[in-house]
């Protein structure tokens, strides 16, 4: 059972790491960037230019990618672009409403079985 729960772990790892990565590169390879996004498209290409290099898109995607994952190993997902503040604020802002609802629906369906 061990082992089987061991091997299960694994494979869990893999596939979120693998997913992980191929939205990463998906993302990456779609036309524009998210400096062009922020600035909006009458925005100077030097500053265009300067804000992707503050944000670190300058650099190859491996690179982004395993800084990415650092960062995620450490606790820490990022700032979104959109919003401003840290992704990790937002998800737990959302999962205050989230899993009330989810324990709710699990309860109903359990009640309904």
Do not use: C, K
């Not at 729960?5 to 990456?28: G, I, K, P």
């Not at 524009?32 to 300058?58: C, F, I, K, S």
Request: no cysteine; hydrophobic share 55%; charged share 15%.
């Amino acid at each position: 059972m061990r082992l089987f729960l061991l091997r299960r772990f694994v494979t869990l790892l893999l596939t979120l790491a693998a997913a992980s990565a191929v939205v990463f590169v998906v993302l990456d390879v779609l036309p524009g960037n998210a400096a062009q996004t922020m600035m909006g498209p009458d925005a100077a290409p030097e500053a265009v230019a300067e804000l992707a290099r503050q944000l670190g898109l300058d650099q190859p995607t491996w690179q982004r990618y395993r800084t990415w994952v650092q960062g995620l190993l450490h606790g820490d997902m990022g700032e979104s672009y959109a919003y401003g503040s840290p992704v990790g604020e937002l998800v737990a802002e959302r999962l205050a409403v989230t899993v009330p609802l989810a324990l709710i629906a699990m309860a109903l369906a359990v009640a309904m079985a």
